[in-house]
């Protein structure tokens, strides 16, 4: 998948690569990127959509405030793509609609 995104890196002088998955797609990105900037740098724009309208939305404040950069991290759902770092072999997915939920049991609520 190339990276071929309006997203612009500033430049850091890191030389170290890894590879992620990136909706079952190999990328190449810098050791120490968020995993919102790997989508961002593959150019998958919009990398999530709403539960509740189904509309689009992209990371945004790339800090940890806004939650716009959800996504499913190693079979992970709703994790903050702008908070985690990018490992080697990391599987990326972009969420779409509303998250997977397992029922809870009474032997849940009482912990």
Request: hydrophobic share 35%.
């Amino acid at each position: 998948m190339p990276n071929a995104s309006e997203f612009l890196r500033i430049e850091t002088g890191a030389t170290e690569w890894v590879e992620v998955e990136v909706d079952g797609q190999p990328i190449q990105v810098r050791a120490g990127d968020s995993a919102a900037a790997a989508v961002l740098a593959a150019g998958l724009i919009p990398s999530r959509s709403t539960p509740v309208n189904n509309s689009p939305r992209a990371p945004y404040c790339m800090m940890g405030v806004c939650f716009e950069c959800l996504l499913e991290i190693d079979d992970q759902e709703n994790v903050q793509g702008c908070m985690t770092e990018v490992r080697p072999g990391m599987k990326i997915r972009r969420q779409q609609g509303a998250r997977h939920a397992e029922p809870v049991t009474h032997e849940d609520s009482q912990s």
